[in-house]
């Protein structure tokens, strides 16, 4: 639980600068260009304001300064947002738990139960990228190669596709081997326990 709370503390500092979020977390390149600016326009601002000096006239200055402040403004709000949407779809701490309990049946071989647990978190959050990719994994291994075809295009719709595109693309490949017409498996049927 502490550890949780150090987190959201950590995703809330770093929206404090502009281009950091996207950086810091998302690892995008945009964010590092964003960043990089907004470091170079506050140091040379810095300089020409108390080091250099023959400062540049006061209304260019004043105008930097709006600027860099307007800038800080703009860029802080959006990355409040866009932290808000966020943790608005990320998983809780009970969704967690329930994606590691459906790791763990499925480690087991436990397929009905697996099964459940993962129909159980998409249907709480039907963007969880994770839990989609486990459940066409788990009707693959299952011999159900329709759904799991229809998980992985679901898949591939979703915004957590990049994270997970080498995996998706095995599957795609180990669904190749497998037969794919109507009468090779009823679809329909739940994963037998094991």
């Given at each position: 639980m502490h550890v949780q709370v150090r987190k959201r503390l950590v995703e809330r500092l770093t929206c404090l600068w502009p281009g950091l979020p996207g950086l810091w977390w998302d690892a995008n390149w945009v964010g590092l260009v964003v960043a990089f600016a907004f470091?170079?326009?506050?140091n040379f601002l810095l300089l020409a304001s108390f080091i250099w000096s023959r400062p540049l006239a006061s209304p260019y200055l004043?105008?930097?300064w709006g600027f860099a402040?307007?800038?800080w403004a703009v860029a802080t709000?959006?990355?409040i947002r866009s932290h808000r949407g966020r943790s608005a779809g990320s998983k809780g701490l009970a969704d967690e738990a329930l994606f590691l309990q459906a790791q763990r049946e499925y480690l087991r071989c436990h397929w009905f139960k697996a099964e459940q647990l993962l129909l159980a978190m998409l249907d709480s959050h039907p963007a969880d990228a994770d839990a989609r990719l486990m459940l066409a994994t788990l009707y693959r291994r299952t011999n159900r190669p329709n759904l799991a075809g229809r998980e992985l295009d679901l898949l591939r719709r979703s915004n957590g596709y990049d994270k997970w595109q080498t995996e998706i693309e095995q599957e795609d490949l180990l669904l190749d081997e497998l037969p794919r017409d109507e009468e090779s498996a009823d679809d329909s049927q739940p994963a037998n326990a094991a």
């Open positions: 470091a170079g326009l506050l004043f105008l930097g402040g307007l800038f709000g959006e990355a």
